[in-house]
């Protein structure tokens, strides 16, 4: 789906418009015939609340931003290209394991 076009409405339709949605999230306009959906998007202090809510109500997450929080204290960075290598090499061994789970010692 393309992005929405963005515009920018004359002052008199603003108003008219902000009448309609400032108490609401999504009205269903009729334009000519047509239903159209106005929606109020969220600001970047409500996807900022979000984003917020969602590490504190998970623990593995909460912890995880903290362990790399620490590491980048530590020095402990890695490139974007360190971490394609790595992530290849690791597949590159896990296609070459054997049954049981082992890596030939030829490859490690």
Excluded at 38 to 55: A, V
Aim: aromatic share 6%; glycine share 2%.
């Amino acid at each position: 789906m393309p992005e929405p076009k963005k515009v920018t409405l004359d002052d008199h339709t603003q108003k008219a418009l902000w009448d309609l949605l400032h108490d609401r999230n999504e009205v269903v306009a009729d334009i000519f015939g047509s239903e159209v959906r106005l929606t109020l998007l969220p600001t970047d202090n409500e996807e900022l609340d979000d984003i917020t809510s969602e590490i504190e109500y998970d623990p593995e997450l909460k912890q995880m931003l903290l362990e790399s929080d620490q590491d980048i204290k530590a020095g402990r960075l890695y490139s974007t290209d360190e971490a394609i290598q790595y992530i290849r090499e690791y597949h590159s061994k896990s296609l070459h394991r054997t049954r049981d789970g082992r890596i030939p010692s030829s490859i490690t």
